[in-house]
Protein backbone atom coordinates (compact mmCIF):
# COMPACT_ATOMS: atom_id res chain seq x y z
CA UNK A 1 0.00 0.00 0.00
CA UNK A 2 2.78 2.20 1.05
CA UNK A 3 4.67 1.49 -2.43
CA UNK A 4 1.84 2.40 -4.32
CA UNK A 5 1.18 5.87 -2.52
CA UNK A 6 4.99 6.62 -3.48
CA UNK A 7 4.17 5.77 -7.18
CA UNK A 8 0.71 7.71 -7.19
CA UNK A 9 3.23 11.03 -5.50
CA UNK A 10 5.77 10.04 -8.52
CA UNK A 11 3.62 9.70 -11.13
CA UNK A 12 1.72 12.83 -9.88
CA UNK A 13 4.94 14.75 -9.87
CA UNK A 14 6.43 14.15 -13.25
CA UNK A 15 2.88 14.90 -14.59
CA UNK A 16 3.02 18.14 -13.02
CA UNK A 17 5.93 18.90 -14.27
CA UNK A 18 5.07 17.67 -17.83
CA UNK A 19 2.03 20.08 -17.58
CA UNK A 20 4.49 23.15 -15.92
CA UNK A 21 7.07 22.29 -18.70
CA UNK A 22 4.42 22.07 -21.90
CA UNK A 23 2.69 25.43 -20.55
CA UNK A 24 5.93 27.12 -20.53
CA UNK A 25 6.77 26.45 -23.45
CA UNK A 26 3.14 27.25 -24.93
CA UNK A 27 4.22 30.82 -23.15
CA UNK A 28 7.42 30.91 -24.90
CA UNK A 29 6.52 30.59 -28.42
CA UNK A 30 3.29 33.43 -28.35
CA UNK A 31 4.87 36.40 -30.25
CA UNK A 32 5.82 39.67 -28.24
CA UNK A 33 3.40 42.02 -29.13
CA UNK A 34 3.35 46.04 -28.03
CA UNK A 35 0.47 48.32 -27.82
CA UNK A 36 1.10 51.97 -29.12
CA UNK A 37 -1.70 54.23 -27.53
CA UNK A 38 -2.24 57.73 -28.87
CA UNK A 39 -3.58 60.35 -26.05
CA UNK A 40 -5.81 61.45 -28.41
CA UNK A 41 -9.04 63.26 -26.35
CA UNK A 42 -8.04 65.28 -23.63
CA UNK A 43 -4.47 65.92 -24.47
CA UNK A 44 -5.45 67.13 -28.44
CA UNK A 45 -8.58 69.00 -27.08
CA UNK A 46 -7.28 71.11 -25.05
CA UNK A 47 -3.98 72.70 -27.35
CA UNK A 48 -6.91 72.85 -29.75
CA UNK A 49 -8.59 75.08 -27.45
CA UNK A 50 -5.78 77.32 -26.39
CA UNK A 51 -5.21 77.47 -29.77
CA UNK A 52 -8.47 78.39 -30.95
CA UNK A 53 -8.82 75.40 -33.39
CA UNK A 54 -11.74 73.25 -31.56
CA UNK A 55 -13.93 73.89 -34.43
CA UNK A 56 -11.57 73.94 -37.18
CA UNK A 57 -9.55 70.90 -36.79
CA UNK A 58 -9.66 67.37 -36.24
CA UNK A 59 -6.63 65.07 -35.89
CA UNK A 60 -6.61 61.20 -35.80
CA UNK A 61 -4.54 58.04 -36.23
CA UNK A 62 -5.23 54.87 -37.16
CA UNK A 63 -3.05 52.79 -35.11
CA UNK A 64 -4.16 49.04 -35.07
CA UNK A 65 -4.75 47.32 -31.33
CA UNK A 66 -1.03 45.50 -31.56
CA UNK A 67 2.27 45.62 -32.67
CA UNK A 68 4.94 42.70 -32.98
CA UNK A 69 8.53 44.27 -30.83
CA UNK A 70 10.00 42.67 -34.05
CA UNK A 71 9.29 41.28 -37.32
CA UNK A 72 7.69 43.16 -40.79
CA UNK A 73 4.63 44.02 -39.23
CA UNK A 74 6.05 46.30 -36.36
CA UNK A 75 5.33 50.18 -36.33
CA UNK A 76 6.99 52.27 -39.64
CA UNK A 77 4.55 54.58 -40.18
CA UNK A 78 1.60 56.61 -38.46
CA UNK A 79 -1.85 56.69 -40.20
CA UNK A 80 -2.71 59.97 -39.90
CA UNK A 81 -6.29 61.77 -40.76
CA UNK A 82 -6.61 65.68 -40.66
CA UNK A 83 -9.58 66.94 -40.86
CA UNK A 84 -11.10 70.77 -41.55
CA UNK A 85 -13.81 70.97 -40.12
CA UNK A 86 -14.71 74.84 -41.07
CA UNK A 87 -17.26 75.91 -43.70
CA UNK A 88 -21.35 76.17 -44.09
CA UNK A 89 -23.27 74.90 -41.85
CA UNK A 90 -27.04 73.84 -41.07
CA UNK A 91 -27.15 77.17 -38.71
CA UNK A 92 -28.10 80.54 -39.73
CA UNK A 93 -24.53 82.27 -38.77
CA UNK A 94 -22.38 80.66 -41.76
CA UNK A 95 -18.74 80.30 -39.79
CA UNK A 96 -15.91 81.47 -41.02
CA UNK A 97 -13.84 79.00 -43.74
CA UNK A 98 -10.09 78.23 -43.38
CA UNK A 99 -7.31 76.59 -45.58
CA UNK A 100 -5.32 74.11 -43.37
CA UNK A 101 -1.61 73.48 -44.85
CA UNK A 102 0.36 70.64 -43.04
CA UNK A 103 3.72 71.87 -42.95
CA UNK A 104 5.62 68.59 -43.09
CA UNK A 105 9.21 69.79 -43.58
CA UNK A 106 8.73 71.62 -39.92
CA UNK A 107 7.03 68.61 -38.44
CA UNK A 108 9.14 66.55 -36.36
CA UNK A 109 9.31 63.36 -34.36
CA UNK A 110 10.72 62.76 -31.16
CA UNK A 111 11.48 60.22 -29.24
CA UNK A 112 13.26 58.53 -26.16
CA UNK A 113 16.48 59.09 -27.30
CA UNK A 114 15.42 63.03 -27.22
CA UNK A 115 16.65 63.39 -30.88
CA UNK A 116 14.13 65.72 -32.75
CA UNK A 117 13.66 63.65 -36.15
CA UNK A 118 12.10 65.36 -39.20
CA UNK A 119 9.26 63.74 -40.69
CA UNK A 120 8.61 62.27 -44.12
CA UNK A 121 5.29 62.15 -45.98
CA UNK A 122 5.11 58.86 -47.31
CA UNK A 123 4.19 58.66 -50.68
CA UNK A 124 3.97 55.59 -53.50
CA UNK A 125 7.50 55.25 -55.37
CA UNK A 126 8.91 57.62 -53.56
CA UNK A 127 12.21 58.10 -55.90
CA UNK A 128 13.00 61.77 -54.89
CA UNK A 129 15.97 63.22 -52.82
CA UNK A 130 14.79 63.17 -48.49
CA UNK A 131 16.69 66.16 -48.55
CA UNK A 132 14.28 67.67 -51.06
CA UNK A 133 11.75 70.17 -49.26
CA UNK A 134 8.03 68.88 -49.60
CA UNK A 135 5.09 71.16 -50.76
CA UNK A 136 2.67 71.52 -47.68
CA UNK A 137 -0.27 69.54 -48.05
CA UNK A 138 -3.55 71.97 -48.44
CA UNK A 139 -6.62 70.53 -46.64
CA UNK A 140 -9.60 72.66 -47.92
CA UNK A 141 -13.07 73.32 -45.93
CA UNK A 142 -14.98 70.19 -45.12
CA UNK A 143 -12.44 67.79 -46.51
CA UNK A 144 -10.08 65.27 -44.52
CA UNK A 145 -6.25 64.54 -45.35
CA UNK A 146 -5.30 60.88 -44.87
CA UNK A 147 -1.57 59.97 -45.01
CA UNK A 148 1.33 57.98 -43.74
CA UNK A 149 4.10 59.38 -41.85
CA UNK A 150 7.01 58.75 -40.38
CA UNK A 151 10.73 59.88 -39.63
CA UNK A 152 13.21 60.55 -42.27
CA UNK A 153 15.78 58.46 -40.72
CA UNK A 154 13.58 55.07 -41.19
CA UNK A 155 14.14 55.21 -45.31
CA UNK A 156 16.04 52.92 -47.09
CA UNK A 157 16.69 53.26 -50.79
CA UNK A 158 16.57 50.11 -52.91
CA UNK A 159 19.31 49.61 -55.23
CA UNK A 160 17.49 48.37 -58.25
CA UNK A 161 14.41 50.61 -58.48
CA UNK A 162 16.05 53.51 -57.21
CA UNK A 163 13.03 53.99 -54.26
CA UNK A 164 12.70 54.59 -50.95
CA UNK A 165 10.67 52.77 -48.23
CA UNK A 166 10.12 52.59 -44.31
CA UNK A 167 13.48 49.81 -43.28
CA UNK A 168 13.45 50.24 -39.51
CA UNK A 169 10.54 50.98 -37.02
CA UNK A 170 9.75 54.47 -36.17
CA UNK A 171 10.70 53.96 -32.81
CA UNK A 172 13.79 51.01 -32.18
CA UNK A 173 13.43 49.62 -28.40
CA UNK A 174 16.53 49.81 -27.07
CA UNK A 175 18.55 46.60 -26.93
CA UNK A 176 20.08 47.60 -23.07
CA UNK A 177 18.72 47.34 -19.30
CA UNK A 178 16.14 49.72 -20.60
CA UNK A 179 15.07 46.62 -23.41
CA UNK A 180 14.84 44.11 -20.36
CA UNK A 181 12.59 46.36 -18.39
CA UNK A 182 10.41 47.21 -20.69
CA UNK A 183 10.12 43.08 -21.67
CA UNK A 184 9.04 42.62 -18.35
CA UNK A 185 6.23 45.42 -18.38
CA UNK A 186 8.39 47.64 -15.70
CA UNK A 187 8.92 50.51 -17.85
CA UNK A 188 7.00 52.02 -20.96
CA UNK A 189 8.22 54.04 -23.55
CA UNK A 190 6.99 57.16 -25.12
CA UNK A 191 7.17 59.58 -28.59
CA UNK A 192 5.35 62.32 -29.71
CA UNK A 193 4.66 63.62 -33.32
CA UNK A 194 4.77 67.33 -33.15
CA UNK A 195 2.56 68.48 -35.92
CA UNK A 196 3.65 72.19 -37.37
CA UNK A 197 0.07 73.52 -39.04
CA UNK A 198 -0.59 76.76 -40.58
CA UNK A 199 -4.47 78.04 -41.11
CA UNK A 200 -5.95 81.19 -43.53
CA UNK A 201 -8.94 82.67 -43.75
CA UNK A 202 -7.86 82.74 -47.27
CA UNK A 203 -6.65 79.92 -49.62
CA UNK A 204 -3.42 81.35 -50.46
CA UNK A 205 -0.25 79.15 -50.92
CA UNK A 206 2.49 79.77 -48.70
CA UNK A 207 5.37 81.62 -50.17
CA UNK A 208 8.30 83.79 -48.46
CA UNK A 209 6.69 87.65 -47.28
CA UNK A 210 4.16 88.90 -44.94
CA UNK A 211 0.96 86.55 -46.31
CA UNK A 212 2.47 83.40 -44.17
CA UNK A 213 -0.09 81.99 -42.47
CA UNK A 214 0.58 81.87 -38.66
CA UNK A 215 2.31 78.57 -37.13
CA UNK A 216 0.19 76.15 -35.16
CA UNK A 217 2.11 73.37 -33.36
CA UNK A 218 0.00 70.68 -32.32
CA UNK A 219 1.86 67.85 -30.04
CA UNK A 220 0.36 63.77 -30.55
CA UNK A 221 2.04 61.73 -27.80
CA UNK A 222 2.14 58.25 -28.27
CA UNK A 223 2.72 55.37 -25.48
CA UNK A 224 4.71 51.98 -26.35
CA UNK A 225 3.54 49.33 -24.11
CA UNK A 226 4.48 45.40 -23.81
CA UNK A 227 1.13 43.01 -23.60
CA UNK A 228 1.63 40.48 -21.54
CA UNK A 229 1.19 37.47 -22.74
CA UNK A 230 -2.55 36.54 -21.74
CA UNK A 231 -3.47 38.86 -25.06
CA UNK A 232 -3.45 36.23 -26.94
CA UNK A 233 -6.07 33.96 -24.77
CA UNK A 234 -9.22 33.57 -27.20
CA UNK A 235 -11.43 34.94 -24.28
CA UNK A 236 -9.30 37.78 -23.62
CA UNK A 237 -11.63 40.57 -24.59
CA UNK A 238 -8.80 43.20 -25.19
CA UNK A 239 -7.34 40.97 -27.73
Same mark, same amino acid.
Given at each position: ?33 ? =? ?10 ? =? ?192
Amino acid at each position: MNNNGDFDLVVLTLYIIGITYTFNRMVDSIADQM =QVEFDSKKTIAE =QLKKQNLEDKLEISFGLKGMYPIDGPDTLYTLPISIKNKSGKSDESDEPESFAIYVDWDNSSIFGSDQRSRRVIRQSPDLIRDLAVPQIPSLIVPGNTLKELVTAEDVFKRDKETGTYSPGTPIINIPKEKKYKDFMARKLEFEFSLDLVLRTSKIAYGIAQGQNVPPVCIINCPFTIRKLPWTYALPWNKKK
